[in-house]
């Protein structure tokens, strides 16, 4: 496979052409606006994929040029097949007075011995997947010394959401996202400021107070918790009073979804430590 850039194939006086049947992208596609915030921060992290448009022709393949018209001559042609989403991306910043990092030249990788062009991109559309939260925290297990993203990857194998760690570990919510941890793989960022020996004392006291697994890994728990400490209470005096919990009021709060009774027992436990 040959590797060049969009702007030296043009230079070169090659156009670059796309498979019509491939899915429509436009300056509104969702996926388009969300890769443009992040093409213009951090830039393409992979390379478009092209092929010889004479070979897409060949096969039958339909193609259209940037304006949509039909193109019947593959010469001097290069055919998208994946990246069309990326490459509208950047044409969209490029437009803009903040093109960020889409100012770069666009690498791109031509496969030269391509053939089934329409099984090809079928494959890459309906096969390949985006990374999971899940996914994204491994990695970050894997390849980084760390033991917050080691904490978390174990959490999140036990069935934790990221917004519920983000609750434990930082106090708020969405300081822990999959675009934190991939830029925190790609030594692009670090992750946020956590204090593990807080969260695994919130957690153990929920855990001591008798409730289940499945209402812990619920946000509302830890949010009542920190709503407390956000009130002014101390950490302390709130998770003391968690403990305190009968097996039928942590039996009522799981039911009716109801920590109110957690508030009166932190304030009588403040009021007795006054006295």
């Known amino acids: 496979m040959k590797v060049t850039t969009i702007e030296a194939l043009q230079a070169e006086g090659k156009q670059i052409v796309f498979l019509a049947f491939n899915r429509d992208v436009t ?3 969702p996926h388009v606006r969300k890769l443009a915030r992040s093409i213009r921060e951090e830039g ?11 070979t897409a022709l060949n096969e039958g393949v339909m193609l259209l040029d940037e304006n949509g018209s039909a193109v019947t001559d593959g010469t001097d042609k290069y055919a998208l097949v994946d990246g069309n989403n990326k490459y509208r991306a950047v044409q969209v910043l490029r437009a803009t007075k903040e093109a960020g990092m889409a100012a770069a030249p666009i690498n791109c990788i031509i496969d030269e011995e391509a053939k089934e062009i329409q099984k090809m991109v079928m494959t890459i559309n309906n096969v390949v997947k985006p990374w999971s ?17 080691d904490f978390i990857a174990e959490k999140v194998k036990e069935g934790f959401s ?12 969405n300081k822990i996202t999959k675009s934190i941890v991939m830029n925190f793989i790609a030594d692009a960022g670090e992750l ?19 409730f289940s697994d499945k209402f812990i890994k619920n946000r509302y728990l830890i949010e009542t918790i920190n709503g407390l400490v956000f009130q002014g209470h101390n950490l302390d005096n ?14 009522f709060a799981q039911d009716r ?3 109110a009774l957690l508030k009166t027992k932190v304030e009588r436990m403040g009021a007795a430590q006054n006295n």
């Open 27 to 29: 300056d509104k596609t």
């Open 44 to 54: 393409l992290h992979t390379p478009l994929h092209l092929v010889p448009a004479t």
């Open 133 to 149: 939260n899940a996914d994204a925290i491994k990695a970050a297990s894997r390849t980084k010394n760390d033991e917050v993203a």
């Open 162 to 173: 990221f917004s519920t760690l983000s609750l434990i570990l930082t106090g708020y919510n």
């Open 192 to 210: 946020p400021d956590c204090d593990l020996a807080i969260a695994k004392k919130k957690l153990a006291a929920m855990k001591e107070a008798g």
């Open 238 to 251: 709130v998770l003391a009073a968690l403990k305190t919990y009968t097996d039928d009021e942590v039996q």
């Open 257 to 259: 979804r109801s920590l």
